[in-house]
């Protein structure tokens, strides 16, 4: 069992820049940041393998995830953040194959962590 703890949410305004941080447990061939808004279901906003990245849409150019294998960490920089990034940002681990997009597709998450941005 995998365990994953978030940090580093916050508020911040409209253009401002927050690093998520992810800590696991233990190795897992793919990692992954979904969030979840109130009312709204739990989506992908970023995945990578061992060493390669995927985003979601509407974060691209603008979110970037990495990952630290020797530490088990993954991080997820966030920069020209928008009031619709608000929500719960939550880390998940997966073995693999594949970066999944579907919630689904991991087996391990974290507790969440709340980011809002004000405009």
């Known amino acids: 069992q995998v365990q994953l703890v978030e940090s580093g949410g916050g508020v911040v305004q409209a253009g401002g820049s927050l690093r998520l941080s992810c800590a696991a447990s233990?190795?897992?061939?793919?990692m992954g940041w979904f969030r979840q808004a109130p009312g709204k279901e739990r989506e992908f906003v970023a995945g990578?393998?061992?060493?390669?990245?995927d985003y979601a849409d509407s974060v691209k150019g603008r979110f970037t995830i990495s990952r630290d294998n020797a530490k088990n960490m993954v991080w997820l920089q966030m920069t020209s953040l928008k009031p619709e990034d608000t929500a719960v940002y939550y880390c998940?681990?997966?073995?693999?194959?594949?970066?999944?997009?579907?919630?689904?597709?991991?087996?391990?998450w974290g507790q969440g962590t709340q980011v809002t941005v004000s405009s």
């Open positions: 998940a681990a997966d073995a693999g194959p594949g970066i999944p997009r579907s919630p689904g597709g991991y087996d391990h």
């Open positions: 233990g190795g897992t061939a793919n």
């Open positions: 990578i393998t061992w060493t390669l990245p």
